[in-house]
């Protein structure tokens, strides 16, 4: 979520470290990609359409979560979901506070759509990979629980 980066006039640094970090981690394939503009609306309808038509398992968001008066992604991210997904969210500033206190002031919101999870990660690249470090050990259960899975209610066990 960027206006400088929907515009052209910046080059999007972050959904990049995204699809790196999915293809390799897991191997999953990055079914959408789109940079749109800091607009509360526009947002809603493009986390709409890949929940509803493209029924996607996983979105992670990038930019807008912060202070910013047109940081407005976790608003938009909340008129969409159905249920929040706190934990990832508060694992992620907890991580992210021991590294910089800038964290106590990231708004990101993690919820679900029905079968889809949604996260909100911050905009720099850096901090996009460390917050999908933080929650990477819990996602892919979480898919498989959203998706019905066989035996994901058996995966509550201990992660080393």
């Known amino acids: 979520m960027s206006d400088r980066s929907a515009r052209g006039e910046r080059e999007d640094a972050s959904g990049p470290v995204i699809r790196s970090f999915v293809e390799e981690r897991w191997q999953w394939t990055v ?3 789109q940079i749109v503009p800091d607009e509360r609306a526009v947002i809603g309808e493009t986390l709409l359409a890949w929940c509803d038509d493209l029924h996607l398992n996983l979105i992670l ?4 979560t912060g202070f910013a008066p047109r940081d407005v992604t976790p608003e938009a ?3 969409v979901i159905e249920r929040e997904a706190p934990g ?3 694992a992620m500033r907890a991580d992210s506070l021991q590294k910089t206190p800038h964290a106590m002031l990231s708004r990101a919101v993690c919820g679900l759509r029905g079968p889809t ?3 909100n990660l911050p905009g720099s ?3 996009v990979r460390e917050n999908l470090e933080t929650i990477a050990p819990a996602l892919p259960h979480a898919i498989d629980l959203l998706r019905e899975a066989p035996g ?3 995966g509550h066990g201990r992660v080393a």
């Open 125 to 127: 690249p850096k901090a």
């Open 117 to 119: 999870l949604i996260v």
């Open 61 to 64: 968001t990038t930019g807008g």
């Open 152 to 154: 994901s209610e058996a």
């Open 88 to 90: 990832l969210a508060e």
């Open 77 to 79: 991210t909340r008129d």
């Open 31 to 33: 079914a959408a990609q």
